[in-house]
Structures are given as structure tokens and as C-alpha cells.
């Protein structure tokens, strides 16, 4: 089984990464910190799986990460399920989810499992202004007014409604629903197993003994 992380540049993919699999991923707060694919081996609740961390997408590739970019499309393309991971509190998130959805489509990996994962809960501002947003649908009753930002519990029942596949909000940086998230993967990495491998379960610890 095969896990990859995606997602915008500087969302906090190594970070989740180095959480999930114990290891030290190199993760620093800037643009492109990552430029290779990283996979570790990860065992939750006796199901082990494979899981990446690919170079984090953007609208305009600069030329020198091409290459390194062409490892990330092959992750993506052989993995059984994408983790989207989101930087909830960057001003022009949507925009960048559109920008991760869009190149997954061009690559013909949108029709993957998925979950949706927005990370930096710890950093959500309601009061940070919109850049380059037409606002929160449902949230302006003046168009012509500045457009508002809505509460991090407004936002969770936005897209707790919106979207079909389960939706997580962690801080990976606090380990903040890290627990919910580790069993959020092991569900739905189960079932994937457990459809492409009906005759075979994993092996308990005292099976083991």
C-alpha cells in the first residue's frame, strides 16, 4: 500500500511526514523546502503502508525543480490514496486547493482516494485580510464590503457539509488531532487493503508471538 502526501508548497507535508513515520524529514517554513520524494515505511495499528512526501505543487514551476518534480508525479501516480494537506491559515487557501485539484487532474491522479487535510489550525486568524478572494460564499451581505473571514468553526462546518470524502483540521506543528488523523488513515487505508486483498488481514501482535 502506498500513501502520498500532497499539497501546495509550505503546507507542512515533512512536517505530518516526520510525525507519521518517526523519522527526520528535513521541514522549514519556506517555499520548496522539499524538492525530492521522500518515502518511509509506516506501521499503524499493525497495517503498514508506504508513505511519501512529494515535492509541494505551485502555479508556475520554476525550471530547476522540474526534475525533481517528475519524481513527485510518479509517487502520486503509483499511490493508493493522496493525503491533501492544506495550510488553513495562508489568506488564499481555496486558491491553492483549486491549484493541487487542477494539477492532480492534469496528471490524471483526481480520481484517487483521497482525504482532506487542513493543517495550522494553530495559525487560523480570522482577522488575516482575503487576498485576491471574492469572499466566503454565504458569509458577505454587502458584496461591496470587505470580504469576511470565517471563524475556524464556521469554516469546519462549511466543509464538514461541503465535502464527501472525511475532512481532518490539525496542527501538526502542536499535534493537535494528530490521534484522530492516524485513525482517519488506518480506516481508509484498511479498506483500500482489504478491497484489493479480501483473503488477507493483518497480523496482530499475538499472532506474532
Known amino acids: 500500500m502506498r500513501v502520498a502526501l500532497v499539497g501546495y508548497t509550505n503546507v507542512g507535508k515533512s512536517t505530518i511526514m516526520n510525525m507519521l513515520s518517526r523519522s527526520e524529514v528535513f521541514a522549514e517554513n519556506k517555499l520548496f523546502a522539499t524538492v525530492d520524494s521522500t518515502v518511509r515505511k509506516v506501521v499503524l495499528e499493525n497495517m503498514p503502508f508506504l508513505l511519501s512526501d512529494t515535492v509541494g505543487f505551485i502555479r508556475k514551476l520554476p525550471t530547476r525543480l522540474i526534475e525533481s518534480f517528475k519524481s513527485t508525479l510518479d509517487e502520486i501516480r503509483e499511490a493508493d490514496l493522496l493525503v491533501h494537506v492544506v495550510d488553513i491559515s495562508h489568506p488564499t487557501f481555496e486558491e491553492q486547493i483549486?491549484?493541487?485539484?487542477?494539477?492532480?487532474?492534469?496528471?490524471?491522479?483526481?480520481?484517487?482516494?483521497?482525504?482532506l487535510v487542513f493543517?495550522?489550525?494553530?495559525?487560523?486568524?480570522?482577522?488575516?485580510?482575503?487576498?485576491?478572494?471574492?469572499?466566503?460564499?454565504?458569509?458577505?451581505?454587502?458584496e461591496d464590503a470587505p470580504a469576511a473571514r470565517p471563524t475556524l468553526?464556521?469554516?469546519?462546518?462549511?466543509y464538514m457539509a461541503k465535502m464527501h470524502d472525511p475532512v481532518i483540521f490539525i496542527s501538526a506543528q502542536e499535534r493537535e488531532n494528530i490521534d484522530e488523523l492516524r485513525a482517519l488513515l488506518v480506516r481508509h487505508v484498511s479498506a483500500i487493503?482489504?478491497?484489493?486483498y479480501p483473503?488477507?488481514?493483518?497480523?496482530?501482535?499475538?499472532?506474532?508471538d
Not at 99 to 113: F, S
Not at 193 to 196: D, K, L, S
Request: hydrophobic content about 30%; glycine content about 4%; charged content about 30%.
Open 98 to 115: 483549486a491549484v493541487v485539484n487542477e494539477t492532480l487532474k492534469d496528471i490524471e491522479a483526481a480520481d484517487k482516494p483521497m482525504l
Open 119 to 142: 493543517n495550522k489550525i494553530d495559525l487560523y486568524n480570522p482577522e488575516t485580510p482575503v487576498e485576491h478572494h471574492g469572499g466566503f460564499e454565504g458569509m458577505n451581505e454587502d
Open 153 to 158: 468553526e464556521q469554516l469546519k462546518a462549511t
Open 193 to 196: 487493503a482489504h478491497q484489493r
Open 199 to 208: 483473503n488477507v488481514h493483518p497480523i496482530s501482535e499475538t499472532e506474532e
